[in-house]
Structures are given as C-alpha cells and as structure tokens.
C-alpha cells in the first residue's frame, strides 16, 4: 500500500513542470551561465565583501557573458534607548541594487534589489560593539549576494540562456 502511494505520488510530481534550478551539476545550463558572470567593482568595505561572496558563488570560469553592477545601502539605526539616552540595540540594513547587463549588446536582462537586515546588541564595550557590527555585515554580505544569486539563476534560463 505505502509503495503504490509512493509510485502514484513519483508519477504525479513527474509531470508537474517542475525541475531541478541546478539540473546537470556543474555542466548544466545554469552552472554554466553563472560561471559567465563577472562582478563590476563596489564601492567600501560591505562592496568589498558583498563581491567577494558573489564571485565564491558564480565562480567564474572564461569569457564573461554579463556584468553585474550593484549599489549598495549600507545603513545601522539606533533602537532602543537607556535612560541615559544612550543606545541599547541597532539593525543594520544592508540593500543591493542590481543590473545584470548582456555584453553581447548592452541590454538590462534584470534589474532588482535585495536585501536583509541583522540586529545588533550594543553593550557598554565599544569593542564589542564594533565587532558585532562587522559580524553582522559580513552575514548580511552573504545573505545578500545568496539572493542576487538565486535570482539570476532563476532568470537567465528564461531569457534563452
């Protein structure tokens, strides 16, 4: 009984339309297109740390076929607040604005943002502080260029990778 439940649910996924994003491992379409991606320069230490993130992920192998430009918005807002007005908690934001351009002619093939933010405990050491900051912008450098990534391969098989 089980193992006809398991056939007849195999067998309806099947033709569902969906497929796996990586289909093919490292020569598959989408593998393939990212490896063709080269990060444009960004600007300040999060740009420093959001490219390297991206290029660990699309791992570039030969003659680019897009660019990547991002912005970035970097931001940290006090939160709470001690009676002596000093700060208790802070988020930092980090936001990307992203192009992907085809160099084969110039064209925007996607143009999004993404973006995530961290809270951030601040304590009587400045140190600690500062450390917690950084921490939490090189988490947010990760998470940021995870989904520029995930996006773009989403995208570009659409457009006839």
């Known amino acids: 009984m089980i193992r006809a439940a398991v056939l007849a649910a195999a067998?309806?996924?099947?033709?569902?339309?969906?497929?796996?994003l990586y289909a093919g491992g490292e020569g598959g379409v989408v593998r393939q297109t990212l490896?063709?991606?080269?990060?444009a320069p960004i600007a300040g230490q999060n740009g420093w740390l959001v490219a390297n993130a991206l290029r660990d992920r699309l791992r570039a192998e030969g003659p680019a076929r897009y660019r990547l430009e991002i912005k970035l918005d970097?931001?940290?807002?006090?939160?709470?607040?001690?009676?002596?007005?000093?700060?208790?908690?802070?988020?930092?934001?980090?936001?990307?604005?992203?192009?992907?351009?085809?160099?084969?002619?110039g064209a925007v093939t996607?143009?999004?943002?993404?973006?995530?933010?961290?809270?951030?405990?601040?304590?009587?050491s400045e140190?600690?502080?500062i450390t917690a900051e950084r921490s939490a912008l090189e988490r947010l450098s990760?998470?940021?260029?995870?989904?520029i990534v995930t996006r773009i391969a989403l995208n570009l098989p659409k457009n006839g990778s």
Request: charged fraction near 30%; hydrophobic fraction near 40%; glycine fraction near 12%.
């Open 74 to 105: 970097d931001d940290i807002t006090g939160l709470g607040v001690r009676r002596d007005d000093s700060i208790t908690r802070e988020r930092r934001t980090l936001r990307a604005r992203y192009q992907l351009i085809d160099l084969s002619n």
């Open 35 to 39: 490896s063709g991606v080269e990060v």
């Open 11 to 20: 067998f309806l996924l099947g033709g569902c339309g969906l497929r796996p």
């Open 127 to 129: 140190y600690a502080t």
């Open 142 to 147: 990760v998470i940021v260029a995870d989904q």
């Open 110 to 124: 996607l143009d999004a943002t993404a973006g995530s933010d961290a809270g951030i405990d601040v304590v009587r």
